[in-house]
């Protein structure tokens, strides 16, 4: 699993035009890639990763400091750009595979106590965000 994290000073996510989860004041937003062999231990240790890093001002983790989450997931987070100006995305699991698990980190994240807004798998989103720092990373699980 790969994530781009991204501290925040409120964010939504919307698919056509209708807003499909949001939160105001501090927190973070997760763009969610999961790659083939992802399981259950790439789950668990994303969540938890999600939940500790201390990304927030403060030096607090979201669990910590009960900050909301906006996950979204991501398949060009997997794009194989070596070759030619076409990137291959045979890196990203397909979307039967993806959808549960990044479901199954967006409830091991709520199992900790977090407020989880989600985007939905495979649409069309528009995100917005502010970014506070800018604090981005992109993080392995």
């Known amino acids: 699993m790969r994530a781009v994290i991204q501290r925040a000073d409120g964010a939504q996510v919307a698919v056509d035009g209708q807003v ?36 927030l001002r403060g030096e607090q983790g979201a669990q910590e400091a009960g900050a909301p989450v906006l996950l979204i997931s991501q398949f060009t987070l997997y794009a194989d750009t070596k070759k030619g100006r076409r990137p291959s995305w045979s890196h990203a699991a397909p979307g039967p595979v993806a959808e549960p698990w990044v479901e199954r980190v967006g409830t091991l994240l709520e199992e900790r106590g977090l407020t989880v807004a989600r985007g939905v ?21």
Do not use: W
């Not at 499909?20 to 938890?48: C, I, K, N, S």
């Open 20 to 55: 499909t989860g949001a939160f105001t004041g501090p927190g973070l937003v997760v763009l969610l890639g999961v790659t083939h062999g992802d399981g259950e231990e790439q789950a668990q240790r994303m969540a938890r990763k999600i939940a500790e890093l201390k990304l």
């Open 121 to 141: 798998f495979g649409a069309d989103m528009r995100v917005s965000l502010v970014n506070d720092g800018p604090v981005t990373l992109v993080v392995e699980a």
